[in-house]
C-alpha cells in the first residue's frame, strides 16, 4: 500500500469514528489578535534625525545656489578707467601732431586707427591688432567702433581723401570714452 492511501485510509477512519487525530492535518486553534508591537525609542530618534538631515540638506542646497543680486560698492567706479585716460592721451597726442604739422592725414587716421586697436584689446581682452574690420564686427558691443574703423580705411589707404581731421579725433574720442 501507498503512503497517500494509508492517509486517507487513516483519515476514513476518523471520520467514521468521529475521532480528533493528532498531527499536521487539523488546524490550529483561533487565538485572540495579538496587538502590534510598538516601535522602540531608537527607531523614532532615527527617523527625527533623518528628517532633520533632509530639511538641512534643502536648506543648504537652496541657499547656497539661489542667484544674488551683484554687490553694490561705492568705490568701484569705471574698470577701464585707466584704459581710457591713457587712450586719450594717445588721441591728443595725435591730434597735436597733426596740428602742428608733424603728421598728415593719412597718419593721423593711421594713428587713430592703432590707438583704437589698442583700446579694443584692452577692452575686449584679446589682441584685437590683427582682426579685420569684419572680424571685429561680429563680437558683442563693436557696432561704434567697427564703423570708425570702416571709416578710418579710406583716408588711411587713399592717395587723396576728403576726410576731416577734427572729426576724425571726436569720434575717436566718443567711442573710448563711451564704450
Known amino acids: ?33 495579538v496587538p ?6 531608537w527607531v523614532w530618534i532615527v527617523g527625527l534625525v533623518l528628517l532633520a538631515l533632509i530639511a538641512a540638506w534643502y536648506w543648504f542646497v537652496f541657499y547656497h545656489t539661489r542667484k544674488r543680486p551683484a554687490r553694490e560698492e561705492s568705490g568701484r567706479g569705471d574698470a577701464y578707467a585707466s584704459l581710457r585716460t591713457s587712450s586719450m592721451a594717445e588721441v591728443d597726442a595725435a591730434e597735436a601732431r597733426y ?20 583700446f579694443a584689446s584692452g577692452r575686449l581682452q584679446m589682441d584685437a ?27 588711411a589707404f587713399a592717395a587723396d581723401s576728403d576726410a576731416q581731421a577734427l ?13
Not at 5 to 32: D, F, K, Y
Not at 36 to 41: F, I, Q, R
Not at 168 to 176: D, E
Open 36 to 41: 502590534p508591537a510598538a516601535y522602540s525609542t
Open 129 to 155: 591688432s590683427s582682426l579685420t574690420v569684419g572680424e571685429l564686427a561680429t563680437l558683442e558691443g563693436t557696432d561704434r567702433l567697427t564703423d570708425l574703423l570702416a571709416d578710418y580705411q579710406e583716408p
Open 1 to 33: 500500500m501507498f503512503a497517500t492511501e494509508q492517509h486517507l485510509t487513516t483519515v476514513s477512519r476518523a471520520v467514521e469514528h468521529r475521532t480528533v487525530l493528532e498531527g499536521p492535518l487539523l488546524a490550529a486553534p483561533i487565538n485572540e489578535p
Open 99 to 118: 596740428r602742428e604739422g608733424e603728421a598728415d592725414l593719412r597718419t593721423l587716421h593711421l594713428d587713430l586707427n592703432h590707438i583704437l586697436r589698442e
Open 167 to 179: 572729426a576724425a579725433t571726436q569720434h575717436a574720442r566718443a567711442v573710448i570714452s563711451q564704450w
